[in-house]
């Protein structure tokens, strides 16, 4: 039974997080071939995207709540993005752009079921022996969002430029790999633990409540930085240094995301070594450098280096929450800090890149968000330390 979840839930994450990176590399496309504005762009990407996802978070997790048969719940998820993209396609080959605005929310609400639902299915499974699991599982996640760019552009290559084409295919994978979940039937028995006190009954709730919210502003202005980067990294490499919509964009991408394999383990060593907060500020401090080296001297090393520390450092985030909370309110902790801010910085940043691009430039607007980045390193100096230390997933 183990077994068959890890499966699920790994592949499940595979494709959640691949997809999740099919659509930067789209939306290049539309900038590039049809001529929509960077501006229309970040909405698209934040408002329709990450807010909708954000929106559906909890509904989603209200309804999984409701039933024992997570990976159900699960492969509906999948079947939507499936959905979602293959709607993307026709949006394209009709050239009607409210269909895409309706693809993409369809995806954003998609991308809202794996994570919470993944999570919880793992926790419960292997309750406090999931550390393997959350490797193999977590390692997927990122192969995934280290392939997909190359996949579709490789698609592209081959499907002799047809966007159309591309995303039906890689829906279709989508929908093939929902159909195990969809139709095995696994239950999930939760179980109440006892031992640990509610985050209301604490005796340091308020302390732990203004850590929490803390933690959530930092959350937010990373992510500002990070996704604001993130979902215009393909436009910015294909307006402001020489590439080509092509096979050579997908690799540069799939290797600055691929270096968070490596990155995500080690930063979770040194983590249990010299402290999580640190390493984080140093992570968060690491990126924005990085970014700002590579705009000035566009070396793969250099966009490789900011892909480490930038797409590493989320399973320390969750770690230093769980470090303050107690077990049975971690969900609503990692709720706050996922849902209002690595979400929602996810909204916010595209949207600001989006608009200052449309005014400037891609390379000026990326400089502006890197102000978010430091902002977001220096606030962790004022995260207290922590009363517990729990272990580090090694990888998101």
């Not at 396609?89 to 639902?117: D, E």
């Not at 959530?216 to 919509?245: D, H, K, M, W």
């Not at 995301?257 to 401090?285: C, E, H, K, M, N």
Request: glycine share 10%; no cysteine.
């Amino acid at each position: 039974m183990k077994a068959r979840i890890l499966t699920l839930t790994s592949l499940s994450h595979f494709i959640n997080d691949g997809n999740s990176w099919f659509l930067p590399v789209a939306f290049t496309f539309l900038i590039t071939y049809l001529d929509i504005s960077k501006f229309l762009i970040g909405i698209l990407s934040g408002a329709f995207f990450f807010g909708i996802s954000a929106l559906a978070s909890p509904l989603v997790s209200r309804v999984a709540d409701k039933f024992t048969n997570y990976s159900k719940i699960m492969g509906i998820g999948i079947l939507l993005w499936g959905i979602g993209l293959i709607l993307f396609g026709y949006s394209i080959q009709l050239h009607f752009l409210p269909l895409t605005f309706i693809s993409v929310a369809i995806a954003g609400f998609a991308s809202a079921f794996y994570h919470p639902i993944g999570a919880a299915v793992l926790s419960i499974t292997y309750k406090g022996n999931a550390g393997i699991a959350l490797g193999i599982n977590g390692s997927m996640g990122s192969l995934g969002r280290a392939i997909y760019p190359t996949l579709t552009l490789s698609l592209f290559a081959i499907l002799n430029k047809d966007m159309t084409l591309d995303a039906l295919i890689i829906g279709i994978i989508s929908i093939i790999a929902a159909l195990p979940s969809l139709f095995l039937k696994i239950t999930i028995t939760k179980e109440e633990d006892p031992k640990t006190p509610s985050l209301s009954t604490t005796t340091n709730s308020r302390s732990t409540l203004f850590v929490v919210i803390l933690l959530t502003i930092i959350a937010l202005l990373r992510s500002v930085f990070g996704q604001g980067i993130s979902q215009f990294l393909p436009t910015l490499l294909v307006e402001n240094y020489g590439y080509s919509y092509n096979v050579n964009l997908g690799e540069a991408i799939t290797i600055a995301l691929a270096a968070a394999v490596v990155g995500q383990p080690i930063l979770g060593f040194l983590s249990d070594r010299v402290g999580r907060r640190l390493i984080y500020a140093l992570s968060t401090f690491g990126a924005a450098i990085a970014l700002l080296l590579f705009l000035k001297i566009p070396n793969i090393a250099l966009l490789s280096l900011f892909g480490l520390f930038n797409f590493s450092a989320f399973p320390l985030m969750l770690s230093i929450v769980g470090d303050f909370v107690p077990r049975n309110s971690a969900s609503f902790a990692n709720s706050l800090v996922w849902g209002l801010g690595v979400t929602g910085g996810g909204v916010i940043g595209p949207i600001i890149v989006g608009a200052i691009s449309q005014v400037s430039n891609l390379v000026f607007a990326s400089e502006i968000v890197t102000v978010m980045a430091f902002l977001a390193g220096a606030l962790t100096a004022l995260v207290p330390k922590p009363p517990k230390k729990s272990k580090v997933p090694l990888f998101g």
